[in-house]
């Protein structure tokens, strides 16, 4: 379980965070809306010790996260995975190398154990034999893949999902969804997504919470979310929806 209390957070006096208090349970999967700049990226980067809060605690699994000694964080960060919103391979390794980074890192396993477990997590994101090539020859999806698995090669119990579908196409997008999905179901980890994209959020998360002026100031499910009467909130998903219908529209060449 994790929980966010009264968590604050300044940038050179601009307040980016300002009392975020959330509970996240085992087994949810849930999606964090707001706009773009809102400090969603800042909230995540916080869960895993990235960024330190000015105020405020972040418990997992019981232990002030923001309190322990560095040691101490390196083995709590164990149970995250993370998959950022650049995807951030190392364009220098293969993608083997890549995937058993983690596990070369932070554990004792042997060459053949790493190949091993790389093979199974290729597996179970839908690729096969592709541990030699390197990133630069892999298409925009299949990249997308490949960071998957890396983060999930520590087999963690918490997921962070940053913006899994901001800038790749519908079609795409639809398919990295599904992706997430398939593996909330196998793994039943608990998954915390960050977007801006409604329509994903809608498709992959079974709680809602929205961050706005430096809070929470919505957290429950798809109906409670879209009869909420937050101002804040009504405009956020109107917004989202015509622009996706936009979007859509444009790709099909009518404007
Ligand atoms: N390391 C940093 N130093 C200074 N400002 C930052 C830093 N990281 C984020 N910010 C600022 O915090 C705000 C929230 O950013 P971010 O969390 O990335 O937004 P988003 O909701 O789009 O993910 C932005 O104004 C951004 O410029
Ligand atoms: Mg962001």
């Known amino acids: ?50 960024l330190k809060p000015d105020e405020g605690e972040i418990r997992i699994d019981g232990i002030d996260i923001t309190k322990v000694r560095r040691k101490k964080l390196y083995e709590m960060r164990k149970k995250f995975g993370m998959l950022f919103q650049s995807g951030a391979l190392f364009d220098s390794m293969t993608v083997g190398e890549n995937i058993g980074l983690p596990l070369r890192e932070h554990t004792r396993l042997s060459d053949e154990d790493i190949r091993r477990v790389v093979e199974e997590k290729l597996r179970l994101v839908g690729l096969e034999q592709i541990e ?15 960071a998957l698995a890396r983060a999930l090669v520590m ?32 793994l039943k980890t608990t998954s915390i997504t960050v977007t801006h994209d409604i329509a994903s959020a809608f498709k992959i998360g079974n709680t809602f919470a929205m961050l706005a002026d430096g809070k929470i100031i919505f957290k429950g499910t798809e109906k409670e979310l879209k009869e909420n009467r937050d101002p804040r909130v009504k405009e956020f998903l109107k917004s989202s929806g015509t622009f996706r219908r936009r979007f859509r529209r444009i790709n099909k060449g009518k404007v």
């Open 1 to 50: 379980m994790i929980e966010i209390k009264n968590l604050h957070k300044r940038f050179d006096g601009e307040t980016v965070l300002n009392g975020v208090n959330l509970t996240i349970s085992d087994g949810d999967t849930l999606v964090i809306i707001g706009k773009s700049g809102c400090g969603k990226t800042v909230l995540l980067k916080h869960l895993i010790g990235l």
């Open 132 to 146: 030699n090539l390197r990133p630069a020859e892999l298409s925009g999806g299949m990249k997308k893949r490949v």
């Open 155 to 186: 087999e963690p119990l918490y997921i962070l999902f940053d913006e899994p579908t901001t800038g790749v196409d519908p079609v795409l997008a639809d398919k990295i969804n599904d992706l997430i999905i398939e593996i909330q179901k196998k």
